[in-house]
């Protein structure tokens, strides 16, 4: 399993970074995001925390239209139920996002970019990992909007720096709100340093 995610990586980042040679197609990646949100059931709101590995995604320039994938990420959820706190744990190996920036604009320079746009994804393949199986009758999907900061580095080259998303998900089935904030895992390490820095 270890050889296929990092075959699968290693492919991913060179099909990418090929596809953006092309002048109408910006490479828009991170290192992965650590991200915290809920999602809003009738009967409870389960909150989550979550964190990627790696990020990378492929953007239209003239339409704003891409396509994000990533190869791992790491769900924690923590759901309350008759008083007590429960908590597990997943991982998930498919990750897909669709998304149109409709607005999309420069900000410091044109140095970072401010982007807001509907989207739809799906989350797949699950392992749970405190039964150590995986689970393929379970999936996430979700649609809304989104909005973000990357950073300009290099011609046709982004780095997503952290962004929010706001719409309507499906989670095996059952219907809930979701809201979800994110930041890339380097900016976040780098804020943490700082912070011990200035106590």
């Known amino acids: 399993m270890r050889k296929k995610s990092l ?3 290693f492919f991913a980042l060179f099909l990418s970074f090929n596809l953006a040679a092309f002048d109408n197609l910006d490479l828009k990646w991170n290192a992965g995001f650590l991200g915290f949100g809920m999602n809003g059931h009738e009967e409870r709101t389960p909150r989550f925390i979550y964190f990627d590995i790696l990020n990378i995604g ?15 990420r790491y769900w ?13 744990t997943s991982w998930s190996f498919a990750n897909l996002k669709l998304y149109w920036n409709v607005i999309d604009v420069g900000m410091f320079n044109e140095e970072v970019r401010l982007y807001l746009g509907p989207f739809a994804s799906i989350n797949y393949i699950f392992y749970n990992s405190q ?6 009758n379970e999936y ?9 900061l990357a950073y300009f580095y290099s011609e046709g080259r982004f780095y997503n720096l952290l962004g929010a998303e706001l719409g ?32």
């Not at 039964?131 to 393929?136: G, N, Q, S, T």
């Not at 996430?140 to 973000?148: S, W």
């Not at 089935?173 to 200035?198: C, M, P, R, T, W």
């Open 7 to 9: 075959l699968f990586i």
């Open 58 to 72: 492929i953007e239209e320039r003239s339409t704003g239209i891409g396509f994000e994938a990533t190869p791992a």
């Open 76 to 88: 924690n959820y923590f759901i309350y139920e008759d008083g007590k706190e429960l908590s597990f």
């Open 131 to 136: 039964e150590d199986i995986f689970k393929w």
């Open 140 to 148: 996430v999907f979700t649609a809304g909007a989104h909005f973000g």
């Open 168 to 199: 309507y998900r499906i989670v095996n089935g059952e219907n809930a709100f979701y809201l979800n904030v994110k930041i890339d895992i380097g900016v976040y390490v780098l804020f943490f340093i700082a912070s011990l820095a200035q106590k």
